[in-house]
Structures are given as C-alpha cells and as structure tokens.
C-alpha cells in the first residue's frame, strides 16, 4: 500500500469527485482512478459508492478516512522531526526540473546565478513536468523550475503556491544541418512529402505546446511521427544523427546551431512559440518546508534584475 493512495483517497472524500480530485492531485483522471481502486484491492471492501452522485463514501470508506487522516499527519509528523535533525542539510537547496530544463538551462542558469547572487548548495531531482510537479506539491523539493505558457498553466493552487519568472524561451523546429548550414528538413515542407517528424510522447508537457503550433500553423504540415519519447534531449540526439525534425527550446540547441550541427527547420519567426521559465514554490505562510538559504534564493529572483532575458 502507497501513501499517496490514502491522499488520493482523502482528496476524493473532500471534493466528492473524481475528476476534481484528479486535477488538484495533478493525475489523470483514469489514473487517479486505478489508485482509488488499488487502495480498495488492498482493503479488500469497496470504499466508494460509485453509485451516487456527488460521490460518497461506504461505511468502511468513513471508518477508513479518519485513520487515513490521522495516519498521514503522524507521518508528516514524522518526516518533518527526522528533517529538523538534519540541520547539515539547511543550506541545501532541492530542485525539482524537468528533463527539458535540467541539461541545458539549469547548469548555465546555476553558473550565472552564482556570479551574481553567490555560493548555492543544490540538490537537483530530474523528472518529468507530472513527476516534477508533484514533488513539490508532496513536499519533497524547496523549489520547482518549469516552463509556462498560458494555454497549459500548472494545476496549482495561487493560493498555496507563487512563482517568479526567470526569463523567456523560444520553442522552434530544429534539424540537422548539410554542408551548407541549411536544415535537412525544413517546414512547411513540399506537397505530397512528408517530412519525418521526431514527436514528443503523448502527454509531454513540451509536446502539448507542440500541437498548438501545428493547430495554428497557417498552412497543414505533412509531419509523420517516426520516433517519440518524453526528453528533448532524446530528440535533440536523433535530429543530430538527422532522423527528423524536432521541435526544441532554443536554449537547448544553441551550441549545435553555432557548430553548424543543427539549423532552423522553418522561415525566421514562423512555427515558433515564446514561453516562459518560471520557479514555485510554497507560499511561507504554508510551506512545510523552511529553509533560510531557500527563502535567501527566493528573495533575490523576486528581484526584476534576476530575470535572465
């Protein structure tokens, strides 16, 4: 049994509803549902009356809530004693980042960063947007790095969480350049030619932003997917070796388009979207994390000058 099966279950007793909890608990809702259904495999009675709506409880499902409940503050409890006997680790700032950001932006970032605000001790947790995102929403990071755009904000609570922004990217197609320095592949591509299309899987934050330039491109692209997977710097891999076209943060590529490796794989300006780069974390007056050389950090990136373009 998994803890984060009895969140899950106390978030769905507070809402009432699947997909709301689904949503604040940043899963799917088929996937928040299978979590619900093994927590009841594992108690071995049903605990939701799938029945009615809004949903409710069976009368094991109450009996269980109040222990989940008190189980999970004994927990937390615990855990924040066992931290607060690490007192070497105060000055340790844990970062959650996504694949995308952790081996291209974060290392430059962090070397920036000491030039001008000073020592920092990290600890940086590469993951997934989901995985990363949850690691803050639990608890177990003092800051979290992701992209932004508006038309795929993060399902987290202003109320509980704030952010500041870091800078701007660009997400472009890339390919792999010829002898000439042009892309081997370029958008929107010929008629009746499709163009080999290195995609990120279904769900990737980055490939989400991916299919909202395709819906607004002025013309369709004949892009077939011939390679997919969640890491840019998979697909940055394959359009070296000149796979296909794939769509990357330019900050990812821009010592491969200085060599001449890689090149824009449509005109200047087009089939591009600007996005943002953006730290959270938890708000003091709720954070279960406290840390003066987190809250050192934070204070100086609220500063407008910390934004690095």
């Known amino acids: 049994m998994e803890t984060k099966w009895l969140e899950d279950f106390v978030s769905l007793a507070e809402t009432r509803s699947f997909s709301r909890s689904a949503q604040l608990r940043h899963v799917t809702q088929p996937a928040f549902s299978r979590r619900i259904q093994a927590l009841e495999a594992w108690a071995g009675v049903d605990l939701v009356d799938r ?15 109040g222990q989940a409940v008190e189980l999970l503050a004994q927990l937390q409890a ?11 680790g105060q000055d340790m700032i844990e970062f959650a980042v996504p694949h995308s950001l952790a081996f291209s932006f974060f290392p430059h970032w962090l070397m920036s960063l000491r030039q001008r605000f000073g020592a920092v001790k990290c600890r940086l947790n590469a993951l997934n947007v989901h995985d990363a995102t949850l690691q803050l ?12 755009h508006p038309s795929q904000p993060l399902q987290l609570d202003p109320e509980r969480y704030e952010s500041v922004s870091l800078g701007r990217d660009t997400l472009a197609p890339f390919a792999r350049a010829d002898a000439q320095g042009a ?16 995609s990120y899987a279904s769900g990737a934050y980055l490939g989400r932003l991916v299919e909202l ?23 940055k891999a394959m ?11 330019t900050s990812s590529v821009e010592r491969e ?15 591009q979207l600007d996005i943002e780069l953006r730290m959270y974390r938890e708000r003091p007056g709720v954070a279960r994390r406290s840390k003066p050389a987190a809250q050192a950090l ?9 934004s690095i373009g």
């Open 298 to 306: 934070w204070d100086f990136l609220a500063q407008p000058q910390a």
């Open 51 to 65: 029945s009615s709506y809004p949903t409710r409880l069976t009368a094991a499902g109450e009996t269980l809530l």
């Open 213 to 235: 330039i395709v819906k607004h491109a002025s013309a369709p692209l004949a892009l077939e997917s011939v390679y997919e997977t969640d890491m840019a710097e998979s697909l």
């Open 183 to 198: 892309a081997l592949f370029c958008l929107p591509g010929h008629p009746g030619r499709k163009i080999p299309f290195l």
């Open 239 to 249: 359009a070296l070796e000149g796979h296909g076209l794939a769509f990357l943060p």
């Open 137 to 148: 929403s639990e608890g177990n990071c003092d800051l979290l790095l992701v992209y932004h």
């Open 78 to 88: 615990t855990r924040n004693m066992l931290r607060s006997h690490q007192s070497a």
């Open 257 to 271: 388009v200085r060599a001449g490796r890689l090149a824009l794989a449509a005109p200047p300006g087009e089939l």
